[in-house]
Every structure is written in C-alpha cells, then in structure tokens.
C-alpha cells in the first residue's frame, strides 16, 4: 500500500495511496478516507444499513477483497463479500455455523482474519459462542475447525455458551505465525489465550503469568479472559496482550506472559480492550485503558480519555491526550475499535460506541476527531 | 446493498414470485400429486426474493410439512433459510411464523392444501 513505489497513473497511484478507515457499527458499515497526509477525511456510506456489523477487514494480501461479518437483531449471521474493495458485495453462500447435532448455534460472527501469504483465499473467522470457521474460497463457504470446535476439551477451557462476555462469549485475536501457516494463536472470551502448531489440529493453553482473579483459582491453566491478543509487526516471536486483568507481554519460545501493566499509571490502571502494535517497530504499541474498577464501568478513567503509548516493548508508557476533550468524555473502545496504518510515522485510530472516530497521524502526539454521530462502533480497520 | 445470488425464478407481478425448483421438479413428474404454498416474506427478507412480498412455491403433497415448505423456499432463493433457521433446524429468536393465521414453530407440522404461510421477522430493541 502506501510503502510500496507508486505505479500507475497519477490518479491511479493517488487512490493506491489514500488511507482507508473501515468503521463497522451497530448500524451498518461506514468508510474514511483520506490522501496520504492524513488531515482531510471524506466519510461514506454507509453499507447495510441497519445490519449490526461486528468486523470488516480488508485482505491483506490482495487489497481487493473485503469481508464483513454481520447480523440483524432479528435474523441469522452472515458474512458478506466483495472483491472490488467495497463496490459490490456478494453473501457467503455457506455462513459459518456449527455441525448439525451439536447443539451449538453460532450468534454472530465476531473476528475476520486473512490467512497466510501463502494460502490465498484462506480467511478464519472466529464467532459467538467460541466457534473457529475456515474458508478456502475468499470467505464464499466457511467450514468448521474440528480441531478446535469438536475439541473434547473445548467445554472446559470456554464454559458454556451462556458464559462470558454480556455480548456473548467470543472467539477473536485469529493471529497467523508470518513464517509458519500451521502456526496459529487464538484468544478466547472467557478461555484464555491458545495455540496451535498444526493448523488448528490440536490446541495448548498459553496463559501462564497471566491473572485470572475473578475465578477461585486466580492462575489457572485457562479461563483467563485476554480481550485484544496482537503479534508484534517485525518480531513474530513477541506477543501483546491487553486482558481483563492487566497488560502482557510473551516472548516466544518462551511461555511465560510479563505483566508489562504495571508500569501504567495507578490512577488510570492496565484495564481496557484494545491494543494494537506499530506496523514497523515491534517494540511500540498502544492501548485505550478504561475504567475497570467496582462494576466495571469500562468508560474513560474519570471521565478524561488518553491512549498509552509505549515505545519499549511496555516497560514504560507514555499519555497521549492533546486534542481530546480535557473531562466529561466518557468514551468507550472496543476490543477491534483500535487501529494503525502503514505509514512509517505511524496514523492511530480508534472509533467509540458514542459514535466518533479519533485519528493521529503523529503517532498519537496529537489527536482529532474525524467523524462523529455515526452509530455505536464496534470495529475500525485499515484497508 | 448486497447483491444476492440470482434465482431462476419468474416474477409474475406485484411483487409475487412464483415457481422455483420445487415446481420445476413437480413439472419432470407429473404423475406426483403436486400442491402450492403461498408465504409471505418480511421486509428484512425481501432482498433474497427480488422485493417481492409473496412467494408461491410447489411441492409434493405427500408429507407436506412446514419444513418442507421452507425448503423449497430455499431452494428458489438461495441463503433465505439460514436466516429464518439455526444450524440445529430451530427457528430463529424473534422469527415467527404464521400457518393459516396460527402460529406454527414445528418444523414437522403437516399442512393442508392451498395453506397460507406468513413469515414475520419481529423488530425489537434499539
């Protein structure tokens, strides 16, 4: 995209460059764009109106095809297509959903995910309740994992359907190895964080150091509740993690997560959902803490939003606030609300569930609001 | 707005589709006592059926169930049933479906001849 040498005609190569925001809500999908400078944002939309769309996500690979997962209150979920980068849009012919005897019913489908470089045409795609689905065709027909579905196992590391978040229990953080596609990690809402080596044949838990203290047993072996698990871009052997109970850290082959929260703020605390890492630099990443004390209001601590940046891997953090309404904003991030582009100065975004979406294009030096009164926001990617 | 799968079906006008691969199977064997199902389909369904607001499909009259009927619903227009019906052939919360003015939520109830069907997809919360 935007690091590649320009090709094309000069109106061609504009458009290859513009920054894309895909703003997926409770009310259908949304776009933002912009040229590469990044101060001027045309918004459109929006795409199925009325639809709740939980994820859209550009392939990274193609930058042709979109996926959007969506669902209406009142009708069964989907997932839609396009391969012209949004102009028209296709419906999955077979939608992921559980095998017929299983008793599981898939609500909605909550993650999208490209698979490897080397397998064009794989997607995963991870659902509500913990459901992991592949597609081979470009997200046309989805088929399950048994791997992970029909796990003997699965029960116990996720609970029951009923269990988890008040949304529903999610499968999400479908994480690729860049070197290896048989390499996989997932995060699970409850469940914990797991990975594969055999292409989601077989499955391990991997939460050790990671607190679970809401259960009777606060480190177990699962249960745990990781909220946004990212790789890091450039060091596919170093792992994020913002969960229920904290900021993390894993670096591989190791398997023992570091608690990289404690360096936040006591006033602000490690609590939030999302967390996403720089496209260039594996020791850089960024995280929106809300208000996790006493029943978990999950708004701006006190009501003055700020992202955390840090530059070293989470030893330290840094606020970063200028341009945000100074008190009484009390936003609310969601776990795929959180974004960066590929500029080598990286642009971070993030949309609320009140409506507005946020950008930086100075590494989140300073801030401004690009959209506002769009419905509840559930995801925002860069296409 | 998505673009749904095209379906070989012929309008016959007022947003009314009759036919389908049911009729179309009735047709190859005329010898099979063949009966028509009218049902209605909700606005939030309309873009799998063209917008039209009624279907007429035809099928077997023996063991004519309702989920026989909304197969062959399905196989006019294609993708419609997934969203009326779970993967565990349960319909749906907030789906409804009206036999003749009753309320019908077994997929195994048997229905008569020239049956009337309404599917109603009920708008809920904000």
């Known amino acids: ?18 920054v894309r925001l895909l703003i997926a809500t409770r009310k259908g999908l949304w776009t933002l764009e912009s040229d590469p400078a990044r101060q001027t944002w045309k918004l459109a939309g929006p795409q199925f109106l009325g639809h709740i769309v939980h994820h859209a996500m550009v392939d990274s690979r193609t930058r042709r095809t979109m996926l959007a997962a969506a669902r209406t209150g009142h009708l069964g979920p989907t997932i839609f297509r396009s391969t012209d980068l949004g102009a028209t849009w296709q419906e999955a012919t077979q939608p992921p959903a559980f095998g017929l005897g299983s008793g599981r019913t898939v609500d909605h489908t909550f993650w999208l995910t490209p698979g490897h470089a080397s397998q064009p045409g794989v997607w995963y795609a991870g659902t509500s ?36 978040t008040p949304d529903g229990p999610k499968l999400h953080s479908i994480l690729i190895d860049p070197r290896d596609p048989h390499h996989m990690y997932i995060g699970m809402s409850s469940g914990g964080v797991f990975e594969s080596i055999d292409a989601g044949g077989e499955w391990r838990p991997l939460n050790r150091g990671v607190r679970a203290d809401f259960l009777p047993e606060p480190t177990p072996e699962f249960g745990h509740d990781p909220h946004c698990v990212r790789l890091a871009n450039g060091n596919p052997d170093r792992l994020y993690q913002q969960n229920h109970c904290g900021i993390y850290r894993l670096d591989r082959p190791g398997t023992q997560w570091r608690d990289i929260g404690a360096g936040m703020p006591q006033t602000v605390g490690a609590i939030g959902f999302p967390l996403v890492t720089h496209f260039h630099d594996p020791e850089t990443l960024w995280v929106f803490p809300m208000d996790g004390s006493d029943v978990w ?44 582009d590929r500029f080598p100065t990286a642009g971070v975004y993030f949309g609320t569930t009140s409506g507005e979406v946020w950008g930086s294009r100075d590494e989140g030096g300073t801030w401004k609001c690009l959209s506002a009164h769009l419905p509840q926001i559930y995801a925002v990617e860069t296409a | ?9 012929l309008r016959s006008g007022n947003g009314v589709i009759e036919g389908g691969v049911a009729s179309r199977a009735a047709d190859q064997h005329a010898a099979v006592d063949v009966h028509t199902v009218r049902i209605d389909i909700p606005g939030p369904l309309r873009s799998y059926t063209r917008q039209a607001t009624r279907v007429t499909v035809a099928l077997p009259a023996r063991n004519l169930t309702l989920g026989r009927a909304l197969t062959a ?17 349960r319909l749906r919360p907030h789906i409804q479906i009206f036999v003749n003015a009753a309320v019908e939520r077994n997929l195994e109830a048997q229905l008569s001849p020239g049956v009337q069907i309404m599917i109603v997809a009920a708008l809920s919360g904000g």
């Open chain 1, 129 to 164: 309740p913990q459901g992991l689905f592949r597609s081979e065709d470009d997200g046309a027909t989805w088929s399950g994992v048994a791997g992970f579905n029909s796990h003997p196992q699965r029960k116990a590391w996720c609970g029951g359907d009923q269990d988890g």
């Open chain 1, 1 to 18: 995209m935007i690091d590649a040498p320009p090709t094309g005609t000069p109106d061609a190569r504009t458009a290859a460059n513009n």
């Open chain 1, 297 to 340: 209001p999950r708004v701006s601590p006190g009501g003055e939003p700020a992202v955390y940046r840090s530059r070293d891997g989470g030893t330290t953090w840094q606020r970063q606030r200028e341009g945000m309404p100074p008190t009484q904003a009390w936003w609310t991030v969601k776990r795929q609300a959180m974004t960066v």
């Open chain 2, 73 to 89: 619903l399905e196989h006019a227009h294609p993708g419609i049933r997934f969203r009326i019906i779970d993967e565990q052939n």
């Open chain 2, 1 to 9: 707005m998505p673009v749904r799968p095209s379906s070989s079906n």
